[in-house]
Protein backbone atom coordinates (compact mmCIF):
# COMPACT_ATOMS: atom_id res chain seq x y z
CA UNK A 1 0.00 0.00 0.00
CA UNK A 2 1.42 3.10 -0.69
CA UNK A 3 1.67 6.78 1.27
CA UNK A 4 -1.26 8.04 -0.70
CA UNK A 5 -3.48 5.04 -0.22
CA UNK A 6 -2.87 5.05 3.58
CA UNK A 7 -3.63 8.56 4.34
CA UNK A 8 -6.84 8.24 2.08
CA UNK A 9 -7.86 5.15 4.22
CA UNK A 10 -6.32 7.11 7.97
CA UNK A 11 -7.65 10.26 7.31
CA UNK A 12 -7.15 11.20 11.03
CA UNK A 13 -4.31 10.28 11.64
CA UNK A 14 -2.82 12.28 8.20
CA UNK A 15 -4.67 15.06 9.82
CA UNK A 16 -3.09 14.53 13.34
CA UNK A 17 0.79 14.44 11.51
CA UNK A 18 -0.06 17.94 9.44
CA UNK A 19 -1.15 19.54 12.56
CA UNK A 20 1.64 18.61 14.44
CA UNK A 21 4.01 19.41 11.74
CA UNK A 22 2.09 22.88 11.20
CA UNK A 23 2.05 23.14 15.23
CA UNK A 24 6.03 22.66 15.48
CA UNK A 25 7.00 24.64 12.93
CA UNK A 26 4.64 27.68 14.16
CA UNK A 27 6.60 27.62 17.78
CA UNK A 28 10.22 27.20 15.62
CA UNK A 29 9.12 30.60 13.37
CA UNK A 30 8.22 32.47 16.86
CA UNK A 31 11.63 31.59 18.53
CA UNK A 32 13.59 32.42 15.30
CA UNK A 33 16.00 34.96 15.77
CA UNK A 34 16.15 37.94 13.20
CA UNK A 35 18.64 39.85 13.13
CA UNK A 36 19.17 42.80 10.37
CA UNK A 37 23.03 42.59 9.87
CA UNK A 38 23.40 39.06 11.18
CA UNK A 39 27.03 38.49 12.16
CA UNK A 40 28.72 36.98 9.20
CA UNK A 41 32.50 36.46 8.94
CA UNK A 42 34.30 37.41 4.72
CA UNK A 43 37.61 35.34 4.43
CA UNK A 44 39.29 38.63 3.46
CA UNK A 45 41.67 41.04 4.54
CA UNK A 46 42.83 44.11 3.15
CA UNK A 47 46.73 45.86 3.51
CA UNK A 48 46.21 49.76 3.14
CA UNK A 49 49.56 51.93 2.94
CA UNK A 50 49.76 55.51 2.35
CA UNK A 51 52.84 57.72 1.02
CA UNK A 52 51.86 61.35 0.50
CA UNK A 53 52.11 63.08 -3.04
CA UNK A 54 53.80 59.65 -4.46
CA UNK A 55 52.51 58.72 -7.97
CA UNK A 56 50.52 55.60 -8.93
CA UNK A 57 53.86 54.08 -10.62
CA UNK A 58 55.96 55.17 -7.88
CA UNK A 59 53.78 53.50 -5.34
CA UNK A 60 53.38 50.16 -7.60
CA UNK A 61 57.36 49.79 -7.30
CA UNK A 62 58.05 51.12 -4.25
CA UNK A 63 55.44 49.80 -1.68
CA UNK A 64 52.84 47.68 -3.97
CA UNK A 65 55.23 45.10 -5.01
CA UNK A 66 57.03 45.21 -1.98
CA UNK A 67 53.91 44.10 -0.02
CA UNK A 68 52.70 41.53 -2.58
CA UNK A 69 55.61 39.79 -2.14
CA UNK A 70 55.94 39.66 1.63
CA UNK A 71 52.32 38.50 1.60
CA UNK A 72 52.40 35.53 -1.04
CA UNK A 73 53.34 33.31 1.52
CA UNK A 74 51.24 33.55 4.06
CA UNK A 75 49.02 30.41 4.41
CA UNK A 76 45.27 29.71 2.79
CA UNK A 77 45.51 32.98 0.64
CA UNK A 78 43.60 31.74 -2.97
CA UNK A 79 44.10 34.98 -4.25
CA UNK A 80 45.88 38.70 -3.57
CA UNK A 81 44.92 41.48 -5.33
CA UNK A 82 46.35 45.33 -5.54
CA UNK A 83 45.55 48.78 -6.46
CA UNK A 84 48.02 51.43 -6.63
CA UNK A 85 46.54 55.20 -7.01
CA UNK A 86 48.41 58.62 -5.83
CA UNK A 87 49.90 58.67 -2.34
CA UNK A 88 48.06 55.08 -1.73
CA UNK A 89 48.74 51.70 -2.43
CA UNK A 90 45.77 48.71 -1.27
CA UNK A 91 46.40 44.94 -1.31
CA UNK A 92 43.32 42.60 -0.79
CA UNK A 93 43.41 38.96 0.33
CA UNK A 94 41.10 36.40 -0.42
CA UNK A 95 41.32 33.36 2.20
CA UNK A 96 40.21 30.15 1.90
CA UNK A 97 36.81 28.90 3.20
CA UNK A 98 37.15 27.82 6.85
CA UNK A 99 40.25 29.72 7.42
CA UNK A 100 40.26 31.06 11.00
CA UNK A 101 40.80 35.42 9.89
CA UNK A 102 42.06 36.09 12.95
CA UNK A 103 44.87 33.63 12.43
CA UNK A 104 45.37 34.81 9.15
CA UNK A 105 45.61 38.42 10.78
CA UNK A 106 48.73 37.28 13.41
CA UNK A 107 50.50 35.93 9.99
CA UNK A 108 50.27 39.08 7.89
CA UNK A 109 50.81 41.03 10.94
CA UNK A 110 53.92 39.00 11.69
CA UNK A 111 55.02 39.56 7.88
CA UNK A 112 54.22 43.16 7.14
CA UNK A 113 56.62 43.39 10.44
CA UNK A 114 59.51 42.32 8.65
CA UNK A 115 58.54 43.89 6.13
CA UNK A 116 58.54 47.63 7.58
CA UNK A 117 62.28 47.99 6.92
CA UNK A 118 62.04 47.85 3.38
CA UNK A 119 59.06 50.73 3.20
CA UNK A 120 59.97 53.83 2.45
CA UNK A 121 60.92 55.95 5.79
CA UNK A 122 58.09 58.17 5.01
CA UNK A 123 55.49 56.22 4.13
CA UNK A 124 53.06 55.57 6.86
CA UNK A 125 53.06 52.05 8.62
CA UNK A 126 50.80 49.43 6.75
CA UNK A 127 47.00 49.18 7.80
CA UNK A 128 45.09 45.81 8.23
CA UNK A 129 41.59 46.09 7.15
CA UNK A 130 38.91 43.67 8.04
CA UNK A 131 36.05 43.75 6.55
CA UNK A 132 32.92 43.85 8.48
CA UNK A 133 29.31 44.52 7.56
CA UNK A 134 28.94 46.10 10.47
CA UNK A 135 31.25 48.70 10.00
CA UNK A 136 28.63 50.12 7.55
CA UNK A 137 26.97 53.53 8.13
CA UNK A 138 23.25 53.37 9.85
CA UNK A 139 22.94 56.91 9.78
CA UNK A 140 23.32 59.62 7.17
CA UNK A 141 22.92 62.90 7.44
CA UNK A 142 23.19 65.44 5.12
CA UNK A 143 23.69 69.54 6.31
CA UNK A 144 23.30 72.87 4.09
CA UNK A 145 23.85 76.68 5.75
CA UNK A 146 24.17 79.66 4.54
CA UNK A 147 27.71 79.70 5.24
CA UNK A 148 30.87 79.26 3.40
CA UNK A 149 30.62 75.64 2.48
CA UNK A 150 34.96 75.78 4.49
CA UNK A 151 32.91 77.29 7.40
CA UNK A 152 30.14 74.52 7.63
CA UNK A 153 33.04 71.88 7.44
CA UNK A 154 34.73 73.20 10.19
CA UNK A 155 31.54 73.47 12.49
CA UNK A 156 30.30 70.18 11.61
CA UNK A 157 34.17 68.24 12.61
CA UNK A 158 34.56 70.83 15.62
CA UNK A 159 30.81 70.95 17.42
CA UNK A 160 28.52 68.71 15.47
CA UNK A 161 30.80 65.42 15.07
CA UNK A 162 32.31 66.02 18.67
CA UNK A 163 28.14 65.85 20.07
CA UNK A 164 27.76 62.49 18.03
CA UNK A 165 30.98 60.81 19.22
CA UNK A 166 29.46 61.46 23.00
CA UNK A 167 26.69 59.22 22.15
CA UNK A 168 26.40 55.81 23.49
CA UNK A 169 26.96 53.22 20.90
CA UNK A 170 28.42 55.39 18.46
CA UNK A 171 31.67 53.83 17.30
CA UNK A 172 32.32 56.21 14.27
CA UNK A 173 31.81 59.31 12.27
CA UNK A 174 33.23 60.45 8.65
CA UNK A 175 32.13 63.73 7.01
CA UNK A 176 32.34 63.67 3.28
CA UNK A 177 32.25 66.71 0.88
CA UNK A 178 33.57 68.96 2.86
CA UNK A 179 35.79 72.25 1.78
CA UNK A 180 38.98 72.23 3.79
CA UNK A 181 41.72 75.77 3.72
CA UNK A 182 44.33 74.66 2.04
CA UNK A 183 47.63 76.48 0.69
CA UNK A 184 49.10 75.61 -3.22
CA UNK A 185 53.18 75.99 -3.75
CA UNK A 186 53.81 76.23 -7.87
CA UNK A 187 57.53 75.73 -8.04
CA UNK A 188 57.40 75.41 -11.71
CA UNK A 189 56.08 79.43 -11.27
CA UNK A 190 59.32 81.36 -11.27
CA UNK A 191 59.30 83.79 -8.12
CA UNK A 192 60.31 87.32 -8.91
CA UNK A 193 60.82 85.72 -12.57
CA UNK A 194 63.65 83.22 -11.15
CA UNK A 195 62.81 79.84 -10.95
CA UNK A 196 62.87 78.61 -7.65
CA UNK A 197 66.01 75.99 -7.81
CA UNK A 198 67.89 78.60 -9.43
CA UNK A 199 68.22 79.81 -5.77
CA UNK A 200 69.22 76.40 -4.50
CA UNK A 201 65.58 75.69 -3.34
CA UNK A 202 63.98 72.52 -4.29
CA UNK A 203 60.98 70.51 -3.69
CA UNK A 204 62.39 68.49 -1.04
CA UNK A 205 63.65 71.72 0.94
CA UNK A 206 60.06 72.87 0.67
CA UNK A 207 58.33 70.22 2.12
CA UNK A 208 60.61 69.63 4.72
CA UNK A 209 60.01 73.48 5.65
CA UNK A 210 56.25 72.74 5.59
CA UNK A 211 56.66 70.11 8.44
CA UNK A 212 58.96 72.24 9.97
CA UNK A 213 56.25 74.73 10.65
CA UNK A 214 53.12 71.90 10.70
CA UNK A 215 54.94 71.08 13.84
CA UNK A 216 55.80 74.29 15.43
CA UNK A 217 52.26 74.76 15.82
Known amino acids: MSITERSVARPVTTMMVFLIVITLG ?29 GPEEMELLVTEQVENALAGVANVEQLRSN ?60 RSNRELSDLTRVLEREVAKNFEQIPGVGSIDIWGGVYREIQVDLSRPAHLQPAHRHGCGAGDWTRERDTAGRQR
Open 26 to 54: SIGFRYLPIDLLPPIEYPQLSVVVNYSNV
Open 84 to 143: SAEGRSWVSLSFAQGTNIDEASNDVRAALDRLRRSLPDDADPPRIWKFDPNDAPIVMIGA
